[in-house]
């Protein structure tokens, strides 16, 4: 017995045990070699030589992988390129460079956003298809109408490419529409006329019941086959941070420093943490970059579904969202009712269920309709400069961009001998303001408060870098030019623009109003450097409006005694 133990002991200690984990069978240097070699890292570190290149690989036993970092010492461009090859069949499983490095949002992850329907071709082309087909003037294939309705479509094609993950083409593909819907905003602006009037394409009842059926289709992507990106997930806590009687400025979720109470993901990053109020919260650190009424609209909501802590289904973000959606409708067809009837009401309702980009940033679950959703319904109330005022800086202390427009809705309809009208424009403005600013009472010093909002704001927005716009490629060497000293021109250049309008022309119609206010949020995109797709939305309300309507010229204008004079009609043109 004795010597069958001791047989039983041996042969125990050539048996690993369980828990010893598995040699790796590569080494550092082959693991390295292996990623370097593939040929998109290669034709990447092309850029940058051999002797500037430094090189870590870990060895992963719980994932049998290995994760290697490539940083290089050119222009401090830092990390260039990063992977994964799989330790026991030497495959490359991953592979990263540029702006994909740091960027996940630009790997081409099928589904990062809109989830997976409204990124299927078959459903994006059948949402161009429905837009081109409704809207489209068929007597006049040639017509300016057409080629704008193709100009904003075609923002597709960049789409295309950065769900493929190629970011720089992508972006590239952007500008010549950008530029292209500026130059016509621009021009309708001043000229103050439209295109020659065409006939209708079909009844209204045909696009009434289209409009019907695809906002129905909608609201169905967004519950049954949508996601919720950062962007919405912050408006979510945001509100419960409101509702617990705390500004969101300084106070969201993080990571850094504070307790575990999730699992570690595959780069090794634990998101759920204890937070300092000692709920378990998934951290969003940046997520409090947004104007209050971004996190404020989501009370609402927030109120009716609560927040379990954690970025989970988030039905909350998914109500709000088919809401601000459904609302951008509603006051398009109110906009176009007041100032056309009934033609002009279903036609840019249509537009705005139509155009595949609106339903991106629904399926997305963002904030990004709330802008043009202020702006609309502000529009609807033009003819009184109080809600313009009101209208604008609600528009404007979402996500900054609108606020460009506020000096171009105070001299509407005339700039000169308004007096009244500018002051109480300016009292609807200010006192949007306050009730917006209203939250940071809630902190303890108001005064704090306000510093930490313009740190976590408009400081961060001004000062953060990004791959998704021309400006600032020059971080990832690989030859690109430093655009800065153009892009701060631009950007000064649109600021002269955005005072300006205000001037001239000095008596702006209700077409006018639209064409500048698109131009000049069209500007805005094209000089900012985080620019991204879901931001498209912010300015087509009124593009449409311009591409859709002709003015109904009177045979003579006479200036009206007091200063607020209802709107000319307008004609849908299809």
Known sequence: MRRLGLVAFCALLLVPSAGAAPKAKLTKERATAILIANPKVADWLRHFPPKTRTTEATYSARFGNWTIKIWTSIDKVGEVATGRVQDATAVVTEAWTGPQVAWKMARGYPGAFGGREINSLGVWLAFCAAFLIGLADFRRPLSVRNLDLLALVSFSVALWYFNKGHVFTSMSLVYPPLLYLLGRMAWSGWRGRGVAETRPVWPVWVLAAATVFLAGFRIGLNVENSNVIDVGYSGVIGAERISHGQSPYGHFPVEDKLKACGPADADGEIRDRIQTNGRCESANPQGDTYGPV????????????GWSGKWDDLPAAHFASVVFDVLCMLGLALVGLRFGGTRLAVTLAFAWVAWPFTQYVSSSNTNDALPPLFLIWGFWLSSSAFARGAFSALAGWTKFAPLLVAPLWASYPEWRGGARQQLVFLGGFLLATAAAFSILLLDPNPIHAAHVFYDRTIKFQVGRDSPFSIWDWKQYGAGYPDLHLVQRALQVLLVIGAIAVYF????????????????????????????FFLYLPWFFPFVALVVLTVEREPVHVEVPERNEPEPRALVATG
């Open 504 to 531: 001239v022309p000095r008596r702006k119609t209700l077409r006018q109003l639209a064409a500048l206010t698109a131009a000049l949020l069209i500007g805005f995109e094209l000089v900012l450097t985080h620019w």
């Open 294 to 305: 971004a996190y404020e609209s989501y009370l609402p909501a927030y109120w009716l579904f």
